[in-house]
């Protein structure tokens, strides 16, 4: 376990690419509803920022922890980078769950070539 984790990272598409509707679905109910997948752009950035990830070796937060993004010279709303973020550490087993942030700040570093994860546990 470790009290720190800083990687880098792409900026993740916008939270309004993240999600695509595919047909219609059954529901348990019979009633039919919209099929939500990730987007093809997600998926790929989830892939890509996966591999940049690993090869950086961050270890694990367990339990509560306080997330810090710093995103480059970009135009995405910051607040955008938060669900990016947050989906890749808990894939990448970093951080338990994403409910367990007890801070979340954003801040801009236009001189940061890629988006600067750090977290650090609350515990």
Request: zero cysteines; glycine letters at 4%.
């Amino acid at each position: 376990m470790t009290d720190t984790v800083v990687i880098q990272l792409p900026v993740p598409p916008s939270a309004n690419r993240i999600w695509r509707i595919a047909g219609t679905r059954l529901t348990k109910s019979g009633k039919r509803a919209p099929n939500v997948i990730k987007s093809p752009a997600y998926r790929a950035w989830q892939d890509e920022a996966g591999w940049i990830l690993r090869s950086q070796r961050p270890g694990h937060i367990s339990g509560a922890y306080d997330l810090t993004i710093t995103l480059p010279k970009v135009r995405i709303d910051p607040d955008n980078a938060v669900k990016g973020a947050s989906d890749i550490l808990v894939k990448h087993n970093v951080i338990d769950d994403d409910k367990l942030a007890r801070r979340i700040t954003i801040e801009r570093d236009d001189a940061a070539e890629a988006m600067v994860v750090t977290v650090r546990s609350a515990a």
